[in-house]
């Protein structure tokens, strides 16, 4: 069931140079809502809403940002997902900060990014760009603790205001979990998601299935990779790794693949090896677009095409190193401009460098196995 979009226009005042940002709510592929953020200069206006079986949060915010992009007052109020009310807020003045949410007032003696107890995901957003303008990539925030940042992963998605290419952040220190929220090339918010749930910008909505795919995958890594230390059972972590991430290897063989899949699958082994893979190229080799290919391949193998083509390198890039290649053969034989690009996506991904995985690793993602 489509919800219709919230109106904004009712709802708050707009000038001629105010910038529209909107995004809808799918729970499961099904659109049940949507984040409406209009901002003139400094000050932005939200509105996020959305019911799920009935529930679901009705928010509406007044947020305005200082020049180096903290929020200097943030006023906050609606509905919980379960009716609560929500009368929040947060304003820095004279150096100082004070805020109240639901536990009751709270202040400090320096102001920094304030982390909402109950605004809209809008606000990640803002804390992200906020990080990477830091150096370090980590900020003191409020009430306590302190937000780190790093990148996890680009793609690249079509949708009605053309090609849009995107990179998931994750963002550590807010809670036992990480958060991901995922920026275009200007770091403007293009998606937060959850295995179940996204937030997806509107007109590209087609993006929800991979997104949430693209996640399950990072929060199973890093359940798994969790337990890796120099000197630990590599191979048995592995092995978890590879069944996490290939559900499709070991398929019901009742269930056929499409076409497009099958073949893809099957030129992707020598495209691995002789280098670089181009989405668009394998596309047209197989017969489909780049949408309906990487949307079929998430949906039949059970994750991102990008995801499976990475992985591939990498089980080229350890073998290689195994039979003996030095790091530098071994990355240029895996399509990596160089071993220090094999290196670091090795410990972006397992935390371990390929040297360590090599002596420890063996894997097999043959398709047909």
């Known amino acids: 069931m489509k919800f219709p979009a919230i109106c904004v226009a009712a709802l708050l005042a707009t000038s001629a140079s105010a910038e529209s940002h909107e995004y809808r709510v799918l729970f499961g592929g099904d659109d049940v809502g949507g984040l409406e953020v209009e901002t003139d200069g400094d000050t932005s206006n939200i509105v996020f809403d959305y019911k799920q079986n009935g529930r679901g949060p009705t928010i509406a ?10 929020p200097s007052s943030w006023a906050i109020t609606g509905r919980t997902t379960f009716g609560n009310p929500v009368n929040e807020t947060y304003a820095c003045a004279d150096g100082k900060a004070d805020w109240r949410d639901a536990t009751g007032p709270g202040s400090a003696d320096a102001c920094s990014f304030y982390i909402d107890q109950n605004g809209s995901p809008w606000g990640i957003s803002l804390l992200a760009k906020a990080l990477l303008a830091e150096p370090d990539g980590e900020l003191a925030v409020l009430p306590g603790g302190t937000a780190r940042i790093r990148a996890r992963d680009s793609a690249t998605y079509d949708g009605a205001g053309g090609t849009v290419t995107v990179t998931t952040y ?116 197989v017969g489909v677009s780049v949408s309906r290919l990487t949307h079929l391949f998430t949906e039949q193998v059970g994750i991102p095409l990008r995801r499976y083509v990475l992985w591939s390198r990498l089980q080229v890039a350890i073998t290689r190193v195994q039979a003996g290649d030095d790091l530098t053969g071994a990355a240029h034989g895996a399509g990596f401009a160089d071993s ?4 670091r996506t090795t410990r972006e991904m397992f935390g371990l460098p390929p040297s360590v995985l090599s002596r420890h690793v063996s894997w097999d993602l043959d398709p047909s196995s």
């Open 170 to 285: 994750e963002i550590t220190g807010l809670s036992t979990n990480p958060t991901h929220v995922t920026l275009d090339e200007e770091l403007q918010l293009f998606s937060v998601a959850s295995p179940r749930f996204a937030i997806v910008r509107e007109g590209y909505e087609g993006a929800d299935e991979a997104l949430r795919a693209d996640l399950k995958t990072m929060q199973r890594m890093v359940g798994v990779l969790k337990q890796l230390s120099p000197g630990a059972d590599v191979q048995g972590v592995v092995d978890e790794l590879i069944e996490h991430l290939a559900p499709a290897m070991a398929a019901d063989e009742a269930t056929p693949r499409h076409r497009a899949v099958d073949e893809a699958l099957r030129l992707l082994p020598d495209l691995v090896a002789a280098g670089p893979v181009s989405g668009e190229e394998l596309a047209v080799q």
């Open 61 to 70: 915010e007044t947020l305005k940002l200082d020049e180096s992009g903290m």
């Open 340 to 343: 220090a690009h094999l290196t």
